[in-house]
């Protein structure tokens, strides 16, 4: 399953992470790839720095606020976020995340997180590709608009071939390690909150809350 959410980053919270980007360093990204992932990743993604970690604070905070993130993710842990530009003729062949990241400590990827900082009239080509069971799907948001999906999918970036793309990533460690288990506390989630929404704190709201809190405690490992 993966979530694309909407105005993840308002207007404001948007133009100062462009702005920024514009006064950072940038390294090539193969620097950090898996073994197996170096070969095909041509990008630039901007070194650490002072300036780099404010923003880094700035994407995680907007994540940890977005309601339609926790209930999708259960988030335990999330990476640093990467800052990634990508220009004309560079791109991000076909792989898969690494299981296991190391930050300050380690960290087991069950979800990736895609931050779109650049508009899709900005740049051509870029599309981020999931394979799925069912074919493939491109994906081209609006800038401030995110996307999340399982950390197991091969995917991909298409080239650029004008213009530019900046995104912000990150991979998240989540409370419920099953992607299934997941996605039916996502589907209880969303039907308790439309129960409240038409009749507040019902009976029938109370017995979906009981079953989502149960399957939690029953699936929920740190």
Not at 123 to 150: D, F
Request: aromatic fraction near 8%; charge should be negative.
């Amino acid at each position: 399953m993966f979530i694309c959410i909407n105005n993840l980053l308002n207007s404001a919270q948007l133009s100062t992470l462009r702005e920024g980007l514009t006064s950072v360093s940038f390294e090539e990204g193969g620097k950090t790839a898996g073994w197996h992932a170096r070969e095909v990743k041509n990008n630039y993604q901007a070194s650490p720095s002072v300036a780099v970690r404010q923003m880094q604070r700035h994407i995680r905070q907007a994540l940890a606020d977005n309601a339609l993130f926790n209930s999708v993710a259960y988030p335990a842990d999330m990476m640093p976020v990467v800052f990634s530009r990508t220009g004309a003729g560079e791109g991000y062949g076909r792989h898969v995340d690494d299981a296991v990241m190391r930050a300050e400590g380690l960290l087991r990827s069950d979800l990736s997180v895609t931050v779109f900082l650049s508009g899709p009239d900005e740049y051509q080509g870029g599309e981020l590709v999931i394979e799925n069971a069912s074919g493939e799907e491109g994906i081209k948001l609006e800038a401030g608009s995110a996307v999340v999906y399982p950390s197991t999918t091969l995917h991909r970036v298409e080239d650029v071939t004008s213009g530019q793309r900046l995104v912000a990533l990150t991979w998240v460690e989540s409370l419920i390690r099953d992607d299934a288990a997941r996605e039916i506390l996502f589907d209880l989630d969303q039907a308790r909150r439309s129960i409240f929404a038409d009749e507040g704190k019902s009976p029938r709201f109370d017995l979906v809350s009981k079953s989502h809190a149960n399957l939690m405690r029953r699936w929920a490992k740190r």
